[in-house]
């Protein structure tokens, strides 16, 4: 999935590509999904066709509906009964998320699918919201309702009347806004939510929470009797924590996709984690990575110096992930620069790769040291192609999902970090890796690979001792970062950039 027409591509313990939604789901209900949760059309049609191909429909014409339809219900059903909460036993409740806008003819079969769940399942085990957008047009300032009336008009048209609804809006709404939309949707006021602009987005719940928008889900299922008043209190001090940060701290991240900065959505949020819980308040720098290169210096000479300026402003340096050899170069010159300023640096995936060929160029002298990725006929590959990966088809051929990285040290920031962890399980989306024949000869140059997988053949985590904080991962911590519970890496780098890292390491090291 091409990060400009997706943003992020989210990746699942299992090894599951899904959409960056999912991530939010992750975060937000701190659960652990699996690629069973990402239901699209492409998976739908293509279980339909395996089993026409298998015999199982008996050579009768494959119709959307009932085949495709049944199949949705089918996977919507046995997902529903799989816990991600990491409890014994399915859910009590199953939420499902159906992407797109009512009359797209994409979502046409999944519409269907469902009102055929709700007259299976019942009233009482079904719950509908539908989320609108209530635009403010023109300087009177008056909030249109049309578009909402709309969008329930022809949702009822596909046999399905939403029980609440879910009001996307700049500023609150006003009661008559609220009159006419429950008036002309036939939807009760007090199931009209109001999700309108805060101050940051972890006030949302708090603000439905606000509008009893858990009591009108559970009236509606019928659970009432058995829910807890919903525990918010370590959330409201989370949120609230977050409005009063006046200390910022700046990050410069160096990618090759700043253009969209949805794909980097769980960098950002890791970031945002991290300086929380060192009450600080993040501000990236956004440096797309070919602006720092020499070649831009004459084609672009203000971005040039723009982009130089700002990396040198900078308290911190972060290299993410990505795929090609473009920005390449200005990826190294910033790895570079972090390296010789003694100016804390985090590289994840590629970002790692480019610190390895950086110290190859500058330290070893290998002028011509590459990844294969970017150069095939480099004379010192210090990044090969990994060898689980296929060298032909793109699609699920990565080394992908949680694998175990060991530590070779305790004694080492990274595992300081994890709580002295001897082992660390994260995420990992990559093809290409450190080269296993250059590590003896990189470390008696002073890099360190203080993490390893099991067969201590792939380099997982490397350090530059001496250096405030240099370190590389080959994974993508990113990913199980969450509010509250920040992704070490990512809190190692931004305790570094205020001087406060020693510190707090020690009063960790101490028991404290």
């Known amino acids: 999935m091409s990060p400009f027409e997706h943003g992020e591509v989210f990746v699942l313990d299992d090894g599951g590509e899904v959409d960056l939604d999912l991530g939010n789901y992750e975060r937000f209900l701190d659960v652990t999904l699996t690629k069973e949760n990402n ?25 959307v509906v009932p085949h ?33 806008t009512v009359g797209d003819i994409e979502s046409m079969p999944f519409i269907e699918a469902l009102r055929q769940l709700f007259f299976s399942v019942g009233h009482d085990n079904f719950c509908l919201i539908h989320v609108s957008l209530i635009p403010v047009l023109g300087v009177v300032g008056e909030q249109k309702t049309k578009p909402t009336q709309h969008s329930v008009r022809e949702l009822r048209a596909l046999g399905l009347t939403p029980h609440l609804l879910a009001c996307r809006s700049a500023q609150p709404l006003l009661d ?34 606000n509008q009893n928008a858990h009591h009108s889900i559970l009236k509606q299922l019928d659970l009432l009797s058995i829910a807890t008043p919903p525990d918010l209190e370590a959330w409201t001090r989370m949120a609230e924590t977050f409005d009063n940060l006046t200390d910022s701290v700046r990050i410069a991240m160096v990618g090759k996709y700043v253009g969209l900065t949805d794909s980097y959505l769980s960098v950002v949020k890791a970031l945002l984690h991290a300086c929380i819980a060192c009450s600080l308040k993040p501000s990236i720098d956004w440096i797309a990575a070919s602006d720092l290169e020499d070649d831009s210096a004459e084609s672009a000479p203000e971005a040039h110096a723009a982009a130089w300026k700002t ?32 100016v804390p640096y985090l590289g994840i995936c590629l970002g790692m790769q480019i610190s390895v060929i950086e ?19 480099t004379p010192n590959p210090v990044v090969i192609f990994m060898p689980e990966g296929s060298r032909t088809h793109m699609g699920s051929t990565m080394r992908l999902g949680s694998r175990r990285t060991l530590f070779q040290t305790t004694d080492c ?12 399980d994260e995420r990992h989306r990559h093809r290409y890796e450190v080269n296993p024949d250059i590590i003896e000869v990189l470390e008696e140059a002073g890099l360190k690979f203080v993490g390893k997988d099991e067969t201590g053949k792939r380099m997982e985590v490397l350090e530059l001792p001496g250096h405030p904080f240099y370190v590389g991962v080959q994974f993508h911590p990113e990913f199980k970062s969450r509010p509250g519970k920040p992704s070490a890496p990512f809190l190692g780098l931004i305790l570094s950039a205020k001087g406060q890292l020693e510190a707090y390491l020690n009063w960790h090291q101490n028991g404290s």
């Open 39 to 63: 239901i699209t059309t492409g998976k739908i049609y293509q279980s339909v066709l395996h089993k026409e191909r298998k015999g199982d429909f008996l050579g009768k014409t494959v119709q």
């Open 68 to 100: 495709i339809t049944d199949a949705i219900k089918e996977r919507i059903e046995s997902v529903a009964h799989v816990p991600v909460d990491g409890k014994e036993g399915p859910a009590d409740v199953c939420v499902i998320e159906l992407g797109g």
């Open 176 to 209: 008559n806004t609220k009159q006419k939309l429950s008036q002309f949707c036939h939807v009760p006021a007090a199931n009209i939510l109001n999700i309108h602009d805060v101050p940051n987005i972890w006030h949302i719940p708090l603000l439905l929470r």
């Open 311 to 342: 990396l040198r402003n900078a308290e911190c340096v972060l290299v993410p992930g990505g795929f090609g050899d473009r920005g390449v170069s200005g990826m190294i010159l910033a790895a570079k620069y972090a390296r010789e300023n003694n």
């Open 359 to 377: 110290y190859a160029r500058s330290v070893l002298g290998f002028e011509r040291a590459n990844s294969a990725e970017f150069d095939k006929e």
């Open 413 to 424: 920031v990274t595992s300081k970090l994890y709580c002295n962890a001897q082992y660390v």
